[in-house]
């Protein structure tokens, strides 16, 4: 294979339309025809990353194995694709301007007056090139965030024209996703947004050579022609992006657009081996065809964002179709639960999952559900924040360490069952300086954890700063709780479990980024089982 194409995904007309999902999806479809595909994403604001945003401004943020802290639909691309991702594959403005800054700083450009163009999009370009510069990838899809004719996409769609601009006829293409809105009163879908949407492309000088049309009505032959016609692309290259019940519908919804073929046409690539989408397949049809049913409580203070918990939420899914059980998810307000009303709040659940997050909002809500389903062998999961939560309940309620709690919580605790790292101590800046990334752990033979790998040595993604207390491990494990799970240079504990109690896990890590279509996460998916179980010995 020759030279490394280039797709760049842009929006139109709104935000939310699903542009990860649909670079997504294409990926997948090249995938399954034996193309190595990876995605990107470039994020038009300021931050540095994601990593220090509220998950109410950006939803959560979604860590790599290289412990980036990104986008979320940079989750999406590992789910679908099944393949890893890294700091190269999510860019902001903040990013671009940090190195430029960097090397002006430094005297590199040598005294020139240093601008928007060339300087910024120079190294956006670079940017944008990467990957695909590795040798690693026969298309990268480039999907840049943000909408066309905002006033901060700007430099990147002037990259992707330069960049359109210096390779050859069929090195790139560009899918631009807009919307085709249905309006009641007329009884009529409407093209004029999308035509306004391709004009403000045409301005900067980029052509789209696929519209990705979403739509809640079919589009009729008549519309697909008009949109073609006004916007100056073939017939054929007007894909229908209509609802669909789930997400991981739209790989198989694009490929009967033929949204692949249309860009392997383009791109003057061979389209002959249909995709192998066999597994895929098999995964959506356990999920719409369940043999039995769960109900599973989400504890958590974001709860009012459901983005917040997406890759926690799309691990359900994953394990759900995997246990052939559907798993109905709610998202509990951590600061609504108190030790009076949690057992009516939680009565109807087969199986609680307590979410990571930070400070101390809505701490004592988890903690008082921790409580109830240790007490009443309901199967619990801890996260991260979630974890640390049950080992606070622990300390306070069995070993009897009155007051117990995490120094993030309460710093002159007597008792800091929960503690910061010696070396997190130091750290006075905010951005990427937690524990990142992915770490090994050693599990325990016969523990539930063991069961759900079926190993010993495993890696988890980590975001954290505050830790197990080690001071405190052993008079945990005899009162009951035992630590599963050890990092085997540094000693902090991932894991911790009851035996005593039917199914209750809490890790340090967060299992659900590395939950995949193909690989639903081993935690996950005993946990669904346990609570399948719980379920059947209610009724
Ligand atoms: N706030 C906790 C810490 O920093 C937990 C973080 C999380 O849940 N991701 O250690």
Redesign the pocket.
Known sequence: MSKTKYIFVTGGVTSSLGKGIISASLAKLLQARGYRVTIQKFDPYINIDPGTMNPYEHGECYVTDDGAETDLDLGHYERFLGVTTSQANNVTTGRIYQTVIDKERQGQFLGKTVQVVPHITDEIKRRICLLGETGDYDIVITELGGTVGDIESLPFIESVRQIIWEKEDQECAVIHLTLVPYLAAAKELKTKPTQHSVKAMLEYGVQPDVLVCRTEHPLGADLRKKIALFCNVKANAVIESIDVETIYDVPLKMQKEKLDKVILSHLKLPNKVEPDLDSWKDFLWRLKNPKQEVNIAIVGKYVELPDAYKSIAEAFIHSGSENETKVRVQYLHSELINEENVKSKLDKFDGVLVA???GERGIEGKISTIKYVRENNIPFLG???GM?CAVVEFARNVVGLEGASSS?MNPDTKYPVIDMMAEQKAIVKKGGT?RLGSYPCQITKGSKAYQAYGKGKIQERH????EFNNKYLESFEKAGMQCTGVNPESHLVEIVEIAEHPWFVGVQF?PEYRSTVDNPHPLFVRFVKAAGEFAQKKD
């Open positions: 990571p997050g930070f996260i991260c924040l640390q993030e937690m975001r954290h700063r505050f967060h």
